[in-house]
T-cell receptor, first 111, second 111 residues
């Protein structure tokens, strides 16, 4: 089944403790992206990647890092999480000219 | 600035009726549009897309209409069912650019 898989689905962590949210797609898509979704603010892009080893900042990149060492994986790294990064996170992938396929989301709470 | 918005934040319809969800976009250079459905606790799910060289596209029980003159996009759902209850997002993509998402409209179907 063609899908985007995120892990974990739920995560509660403490301020300052580094964490990684993984994202993997099995559709051989070139493009991958991370979004956060907050009430009243909709989907906001954090980082995106056009292909392996090519990443760029989205609209709200502060406090996040990404890497794209392999085509299928696009992990999101929070080096020092803060409470304002409490949010619902989505990974998405697409091929050129098509819509995005989204993962099921990761609900992150930073206390 | 560029934006994608929705005329109505909430829509309540009776089961069996048709639903129409509207969206205004601001970038006349956008050439690709998508409607997504997001159910509670899940990631956005692709419903239907349309390119700017078309003004109408039909899927199963759904129709998307594009009016480039007034920069308006709509999603019509025929014979709305309880399973259609969700938040619906429109998204636009300026040529060569990335998807820009609207805030979303919550559709509530009354039995």
């Amino acid at each position: 089944e063609a899908q985007v898989t995120q892990n974990p689905r739920y995560l509660i962590t403490v301020t300052g403790k580094k964490l990684t949210v993984t994202c993997s797609q099995n559709m051989n898509h070139e493009y991958m992206s991370w979004y956060r979704q907050d009430p009243g603010l909709g989907l906001r892009q954090i980082y995106y990647s056009m292909n392996v080893e090519v990443t760029d900042k989205g609209d709200v990149p502060e406090g996040y890092k990404v890497s794209r060492k392999e085509k299928r994986n696009f992990p999101l790294i929070l080096e020092s999480p803060s409470p304002n990064q409490t949010s619902l996170y989505f990974c998405a992938s697409s091929s050129q000219g098509s819509g995005y396929t989204f993962g099921s989301g990761t609900r992150l709470t930073v206390v | 600035g560029e934006s994608v918005g929705l005329h109505l934040p909430t829509l309540s319809v009776q089961e069996g009726d048709n639903s129409i969800i509207n969206c205004a976009y601001s970038n006349s250079a956008s050439d690709y549009f998508i409607w997504y459905k997001q159910e509670s606790g899940k990631g956005p799910q692709f419903i239907i897309d349309i390119r700017s060289n078309m003004d109408k596209r039909q899927g199963q029980r759904v129709t998307v209409l594009l009016n480039k003159t007034v920069k308006h996009l709509s999603l019509q759902i025929a014979a709305t069912q309880p399973g259609d209850s969700a938040v619906y997002f429109c998204a636009e993509r300026p040529q060569g650019g990335k998807l820009i998402f609207g805030q979303g409209t919550e559709l509530s179907v009354k039995p």
